[in-house]
């Protein structure tokens, strides 16, 4: 009978230790699901980013040194006044030709005559002499191959007036006719001006104009002005064109002529394109006296 409670106490005890054993496993396994789950790990947010770096300048090669600045150019010289300008040794100025009233503006259209210069179209430019120039011929005695002018009188051609009314002109006789001025001294000649009838638009023919120191015109006579185109005057064939009578009057330049000396001035003409009738208004001669 012990031996028997013997192995019932042994079995107890083995069973109650199996027991033990499985609620202790038991707890643990509990235990073991009871904790919490582990923290999913979180990713780690962006690291803030870093203010950007200023840019730093390129260093820039050394720049070449300045160059020295260039002298300003001089300004260029103004061109010459008319009165400032020379020739040789003798300055030169404009000469003051005072002109009359103009009659009438233009070229006719219908005007019909060979050898016909053009109209400048504007004023004509400033003739320039030496300083001292005078107006040789005003009030000087004046002769005509036709002693007994129609109109006017032959004074009238040196008197100064150069308008275009009646009373201002002598009118000669037809076909080749001339007038002679004595400017009473052997003179340096520069220019000589002629107005023959400007109040209407005409052309005058055969117009020569010579100088001379014999008031004959027999020795050494020269011609500085001639538009006779088939010598019918008899003073030989000119260069010179045929011209339209305008308030400037006719300049003859003598001075790109050598500038002759002479004491006497003889003009020719031969009619003009309305008439056969010759006409003065005035002449000047422009020079100084040989001293």
Known sequence: MMSNVHCVTRTGLLAALAVALCVGASCKKTADTTKPPAQTKQPAPPAAKEAPKEAQPAVQPAAAPAEAPKPAEPAPAPAPQPAAQTAGSAKMVP?????PKPMFVGTPQDTKVDNLEKPLGKPRPPFLAPEGTVLLSKGKPVSASDEEPIIGDIDYITDGDKEAADGSYVELGPLMQYVTIDLEKQSELYAIVVWHYHKQPR??????????????F??????????????????????????????????????????????????????????????????????????
């Open 95 to 99: 000469i003051n030709i005072e002109l």
């Open 203 to 216: 052309v005058y023919f055969d117009v020569v104009v010579q100088l001379a120191d014999d008031k004959d």
């Open 218 to 291: 027999v020795t050494d006579v020269k011609t500085v002005f001639n538009n006779d185109i088939d010598n019918s005057a008899g003073l030989g064939i000119g260069k010179n064109m045929h011209y339209m009578e305008t308030s400037e009057g006719k300049l003859i330049d003598c001075l790109s002529q050598g500038s002759p000396k002479a004491r006497f001035v003889r003009l020719y003409s031969n009619g003009n394109n309305s008439n056969d009738l010759n006409h003065y208004i005035e002449v000047e001669v422009y020079g100084k006296p040989v001293q």
